[in-house]
């Protein structure tokens, strides 16, 4: 991935204004980190509510070399020696970016889901098709809202086919995952 922080505002339809878009264009993002501690130079940090309020971290993630962050509009404690695009919604604006890159590189998409084997199923679809294409493939397990839109933000801008693993914890899980991959071939487990 590799976008200006103006691309990202305009893709997440953050409203920004002028001055802060002439500002953006020079910001290059090459990374998300939803993690402080792994945030590094060029890194777009998403603050996501946990056990702890990720807006607490945005400091940290600034130490650490993060570029930018999203900032949920009404928050308090707005930073302001970091750059900021303020979002209704971190995790939204983050499965927004996701989509918006996926439609930018458009690789052709296998969603593998199920109840077991998924993660060993997506291994071997991906080494598969790593011999004839440029392959991208969901690390470990990170399948979820979260797991999903970072496996589709890593992927290189000349990935020809992404093989994404796609799990459900909760009702309609899967259908909110479907409508963000737009899958051309499923494989269910």
Not at 22 to 37: E, H, L, P, T
Not at 43 to 51: K, N, R, T
Not at 102 to 130: E, H, I, Q, R, Y
């Amino acid at each position: 991935m590799k976008m200006t922080l103006a691309e990202i505002a305009q893709a997440v339809g953050a409203v920004v204004s002028e001055d802060q878009v002439a500002q953006f264009k020079n910001i290059i993002i090459d990374n998300i980190a939803i993690d402080s501690r792994k945030a590094t130079q060029g890194s777009l940090f998403v603050p996501l509510a946990g056990q702890r309020d990720g807006h607490d971290f945005v400091g940290n993630a600034q130490s650490n070399g993060a570029s930018a962050t999203f900032w949920q509009t009404g928050h308090d404690n707005r930073p302001d020696n970091i750059s900021v695009v303020e979002v209704d919604d971190p995790l939204a604006a983050l499965q927004g970016l996701a989509k918006y890159y996926l439609m930018k590189v458009n690789p052709k998409v296998v969603a593998v889901t199920g109840s077991n084997g998924k993660t060993t199923t997506k291994d071997m679809v991906a080494a598969v098709l790593a011999t004839q294409n440029n392959t991208a493939k969901t690390q470990g397990n990170h399948n979820n809202e979260i797991g999903v839109p970072l496996t589709i933000l890593g992927m290189e801008t000349n990935t020809e086919v992404l093989v994404v693993e796609m799990g459900m914890d909760h009702f309609g899980q899967l259908t909110f995952l479907s409508d963000m991959v737009e899958p051309d071939i499923a494989v269910i487990t």
